[in-house]
């Protein structure tokens, strides 16, 4: 808004000269921007798959069980099943220890990359959804089997997509110890196939 302020009027002849200011406008004037629009945050997905590992601790080349069971009344049929891998703990080969990662910053991998025999993604053929080869009076599910090969801590997490639908349902994460055997003075056995490429490149020498 301009507002013309007159302090004093100067004669000029037949002149008068108005001495006009540029008022800021008062803030409750101010146009206001319009609030930005966010999506609303997708919910995450319901945990009703109960996962559970034959053995929390192994050794290179032990053969894990895992299985996972919904509730037989939830009558769940599932089209595609996938699990995530994430490395919270590594073999330090400078130390001989297992360490763990900071907690904020796993590293996510693929679960060929550190199990043999590892199945963890899979689609039903066709219009058709996985058939469960466990059945309990109150849960039903599946099992599956791979063997621990890299030394390391990892989070294992399944993920069910629902039988002709877009939602999911997630398990419980379990999480696998890896360790190195020991030689009869009680020395960690290690063998390349056993670390991570990297860390085995960046090996003390």
Known sequence: MINCILPFNVMLG?????SAFLLAPKPDELPKAPAPHLPKPKPRPPVL?????SRAHAQP??????????????KIRVSRLKHTVYVTGQYDLASNNLVNRDPEKPLYSSGD????????????????????????PRQEGMEFEFKARQIGIYL??????????EETIESNPVVLTVRPPLDKDGKPIIKEEWIDP??????PK
């Open 14 to 18: 037949s002149l008068s000269v108005c």
């Open 49 to 53: 798959i109960t996962a559970e590992l």
């Open 61 to 74: 080349g032990d053969l894990i069980r895992l299985t996972e069971l919904v509730p037989i009344d939830r």
């Open 113 to 136: 990359l550190v199990f043999d025999a590892w199945h963890g993604s899979a689609t039903a053929a066709g219009d058709k959804y996985f058939p469960f080869d466990i059945n309990n």
């Open 156 to 165: 294992i997490r399944a993920e069910w997509q629902l039988y002709k639908s």
């Open 198 to 203: 990297i860390s085995w490149a960046h090996r």
